[in-house]
């Protein structure tokens, strides 16, 4: 890829668009940074249909189920529809009803296809098996047709000669061709394609280019890796590479959940005995960019969008630049083929036509909710199917009918919604006048273990109980309000990257109060999602109770905005996160690192804007960075002329933390932590714990 290409496009990248309020990949400078969406959407499976993309994801046991996205330009995405409101099983799990449930079941990993002039989505619903769902429009109605069998984590493939194929399992790959009415599999059709043995996994992603088949898989153990397998014919042989691997943009594994030893998890376990191990924040585990799908822009540029595990979270979606290098789709660029950059330029900025879209930033949700309108905002979510009586939207208020449970893992019509990293600060208005003796209302994490702040109803005298409750300590704190206006205002702050979050209340809607620790959050596959808020009400005295009404919903991303990340415009020293050093320009003409108490002015740096996140580094003493040769240790070092500066494209890590990357060699800028040896651009990325050498902090 040429610079010159990069270059004929500034017009289209100079000026960075103010942020929206909510986090969105679009930098608004013609490039953007993963995550696209700082918040859970697993098994990405993409299409592009024209000049559209549609995308869909797994949503486990809560509806409306398997959302589908919509963008224009891959990065800026809308969501535009569920197949389905409920699930139409005639099964209590699906429900919470009689102490049955579907927690970390439901339907997952799904694959969107387009063909015969309409939408496909395939998927698997735990016991139920293969589930399809049809529609001519993206947008819905959707048909649904239950196709059984034992068919999951799978791809469909509507081949050249009218034939349909499913391509599914781990490890031993099989492929089963489909009736094309829906109604099920084709009877003796199933073969293994792909034997156990060639290190393939699973999450499957088929397709078919100029008469050869590639075969998209993921594999997990002993750690995530994205692989492509190839044949001149759907039965194989395959030959099998890996595309991407150790991808983990920086983030290492989260606090992984485990239930007591020797015990199957039960909702209402005592959460004491829950563990939540310490993490090996050097190692990549699972959580490195893996399973996903491919997909070829309006430019003729390959892209993958793959998941990646983002702590407690969940996993999200990261879009990758792709290369074709002798026949294989290879993640990333020829000189780092597997890694590709946080931050790139937005699909049609490269391109020697200048065909850039211009698309104002936005976010996929609208995340806060006043509840004034006749339905829900999609944002929202119920924890398995809802009583539909006993909820409803009347007078710009949620009200939901308190419920017979025990706790709030088994309240139903719980109304949930992803939370959105990597900070956020969630408030909401519950007025509780309604309620009864024995309700409990309030605001919840829905997660395993998961925790709530909310009121408690005396059972005789109305009185009002705080209650912070956290299953993983079994702690309870209670706190006696006195509530005048018969409302109070709770408040979840969460520090997701860090895995924490706490939470606090109001009686006046103005000055906030904690209550509770900070508490630690986790990944955890128990119910295969990462943390959820939860608007809630239950009764504990085994019948109904009364009524909870919630009002002026608010998310507060104080992140969101990145447009101030660049540090244009100042004088800074550049810190190496690894050594807590001081870059420094030698006068021996390398770049080294210095004692942390070292103020020369050979340590202070500016920046010089070459316009769609591009920049060149300048020594305050006049010097500009330039790197020779292969860029080895000692080829990172310094020229006088403006014009032979190297050109860098900044990668934003928050926090005042970035990257150098190469827009010659396609590596990273950085200093080996042990060897001694000077500055070079030969890093192929961060490693998890980002203490490689190549992740730096810039201090003013």
Known sequence: MKILFFLTVLTACLGMNAQSLSWTADNGNGTFTNPLFYDEFSDPDIIRVGEDYYLAGTTMHTVPGLVILHSKDLVNWENISYCFDRFDFDDDAFALKNHKEVYGQGIWAPAIRYANGQFYIFSNVNGKGLQCYTSKDIRGPWKHHNMQGRIYDLSVLFDDDGKIYAIHNYGEVRCTELKPDMSGPVEGTERVIIPEGNGVGEGHHMYKFNGMYYLISTDYRPNGRTLCSRSKSIWGPYETRVISADETYGYHQAPLTQVPHGEQYRIGHDGTKFVLPPVDKDATACTNAHQGGIVEDTNGQWWALLMQDFHSIGRTVCLMPMTWVDGWPMVGFKGNLGRAPRTWFKPGTQTEQNSIKEQIPHAPYVRSDNFDGKQLGRIWQWNHNPEDKMWSLKGGKLRLNAMPAEQLMWARNTLTQRVIGPKSITTVELSVKGLKAGDVAGLGNINVPCSWIGIVMGQKSKTYTLRCFEQLTNDTIDVQVALPKGKIWLRCIGEYDDNQAQYAYSVDGQEFKTLGRMMPLSYQLIT???????????NTTGKNGGVAEFDNFTVEEPMADRSKNIPYGKTFRIINLTTNRPAICDPHGILYDTHPNDKNERTMFRLIDKGCGMVSLQCVDGRYIKVYGEGLAGDVRFT?????????????????????????????????????????????GPDPARKNGSVFRWEE
């Open 528 to 538: 295969f999602q990462g943390s959820r808020h939860a608007l809630f009400a239950f």
């Open 640 to 684: 006088t002329d403006a014009n032979e500066a190297e050109v860098f494209l900044w990668q934003d890590y928050l926090n005042q933390e970035f990257m150098l990357y190469s827009l010659k060699n396609h590596r990273y800028i950085g200093k080996s932590p042990t060897t001694g040896s000077p500055y070079s651009m030969d890093f192929v």
